[in-house]
């Protein structure tokens, strides 16, 4: 049998609850839910580290932010390391990366290990984007979600048809500053999309880092992200409200036309007649919070952010309608694509081929908790540094420093608090993270035992400082 293609679609920032396949209830993606009708949707997918850059470099090298050098936004990729474009161009494969990278440019940061790249500078514009074609600045007129689109579908009418394919399809929505195309723009006009149950969450029990995280609706939100400015005189939960209907609207605005992207390469499959020998993945480089606990953005531990949806398709492996409950981190994609392409895994990836999982196979000893850090305590949005385990059932958090602003000044009331901080989430009782059960004494058993395993984690994924 022919080696497969591998087509892989990362948007950014593209919550799970805001994909209809997931049970989200505020917007439909008839597109992206075809994946999962044919293939397999995983519930328990997580992010390593729940911010853009630290998680596609992950994706790339199979390992962990202080292994692969990107902790923060701040730290530029070294393309010089091995990475699974490389390891699959070497292997045969044609590679293509178009779309957003976000992992730095120039000097040895530019893609390495892809025929043919074409991305954004940095975050990149929604409209009229600017473009490093192979190094080479070109403007395009459009919008960047159709823009990507055509270019990917034009790349694949060009390859060798001889060859395997790895292309990675990496959209810059629906990202910050939520620009929709003109298409989509009166979408949602006359309709209030449902609130999450946690928007008016009060941070009661839970350690100092909810509290001064600035990423709330209710405060934090610009002219720039809503368009206009608030009504006067509106206040408290009232204007709360109006920035989450401003807020989610433009972002599911966005991820219509992502949706509409996701149908328009499904059907360029279908129309080669290569839908059969592809992998198909859709996923985001993070979760979001879609208003829940009161914000926006990501970077916490908590579920809405830490979960990626993961969506693939393999007619010739997967059967339609297959559900994951697996715990699978971001650091277990790269093994995965090596796996389909026949190549070898390289022992320092610290993730694992989930193809025996997709083809129904029980697997002795995957993991039954994953580790998560998150580095980045200097920047706007003051969230203190954290790690912490995650099982099927709980969730115990280390917040080890305040967060603080890009000049290096902590927000005002966190000089009064003491660090760390701890949290424990009983997931089966408590699904939205509301109750901090860590000083409770029933759960004191539990609490040693997570320590423990967080321990030893620590020290197999080499993580020691
Ligand atoms: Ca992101």
Not at 372 to 383: A, E, G, L, P, Q
Request: glycine letters at 8%; proline letters at 5%.
């Amino acid at each position: 049998m022919d080696r497969p293609n591998i087509l892989f679609i990362m948007s950014d920032d593209h919550a799970s609850h805001a994909i209809s396949c997931y049970s989200g209830r505020i917007n439909q993606t008839p597109n992206i839910d075809r994946i999962a009708n044919e293939g397999a949707r995983l519930d328990n997918c997580f992010c390593t580290n729940s911010i853009c850059s630290p998680s596609r470099a992950t994706i790339l090298t199979g390992k962990y932010s202080h292994l692969n050098g990107v902790k923060t936004l701040a730290d530029k990729f070294d393309g010089r390391q091995p990475h699974v474009a490389k390891l699959l161009q070497q292997g045969g494969y044609q590679t293509c990366i178009i779309g957003k990278w976000h992992l730095g440019h120039g000097g040895n940061s530019d893609p390495t290990g892809f025929d043919y790249w074409c991305v954004l500078p940095g975050q990149g514009e929604y409209h009229n984007p600017v473009f490093y074609d192979m190094g080479e600045e070109k403007q395009y007129r459009g919008y960047a979600t159709d823009i990507i689109t055509d270019m990917c579908i034009d790349w694949l009418n060009n390859r060798d048809r001889n060859r395997p394919f790895f292309l990675m399809c990496h959209h810059k929505a629906p990202h910050r500053p939520w620009e929709p195309s003109e298409k989509y723009m009166a979408l949602y006009e006359d309709v209030d999309i449902p609130e999450p149950e946690t928007l008016f969450d009060d941070y009661d029990t839970r350690s100092d880092a909810a509290r001064l995280a600035e990423m709330r609706i209710s405060h934090h939100l610009t002219r720039t992200d809503v368009k206009e400015d608030p009504p006067v005189h509106m206040e408290g939960k009232e204007l709360t409200r109006w920035y989450y209907q401003r807020y989610i609207k433009d972002y599911l605005r966005c991820i219509a036309s992502i949706d509409e992207s996701v149908g328009r390469l499904l059907d360029y499959l279908d129309k080669e007649g290569i839908a059969g020998n592809t992998v198909v993945i859709y996923t985001s480089d993070q979760g979001f919070f879609l208003g829940d606990h009161g914000w926006y953005d990501k970077r916490f531990m908590y579920e809405e952010s830490l979960r990626m949806p993961f969506l693939i398709r393999y007619p010739e492996g997967i059967k339609p309608g297959t559900i994951i409950k697996d715990i699978i981190i971001n650091t277990d994609f790269a093994p995965t694509f090596l796996d389909y392409a026949g190549l070898n895994i390289p022992d320092d990836m610290q993730g694992y081929s989930i193809r025996p999982i997709l083809e129904g196979k029980e697997v002795d000893g995957w993991r039954h908790a994953m580790y998560y850090r998150y580095w980045m305590d200097r920047d706007d949005h003051c969230v203190a540094a954290h790690y912490g385990i995650r099982t099927k059932r709980y969730k115990l958090i280390c917040y080890y420093a305040p967060g603080r602003y890009y000049n290096g000044e902590y927000p005002k009331s966190a000089k009064d608090t003491k660090w760390p901080q701890w949290e424990l989430f009983d997931l089966h009782n408590d699904k939205y993270e509301l109750k901090n059960v860590y000083g409770d004494s029933a759960y004191a058993d539990v609490v040693k035992e997570l320590k423990e395993e967080l321990d030893r984690l620590r020290k197999e994924l080499k993580d020691d400082d």
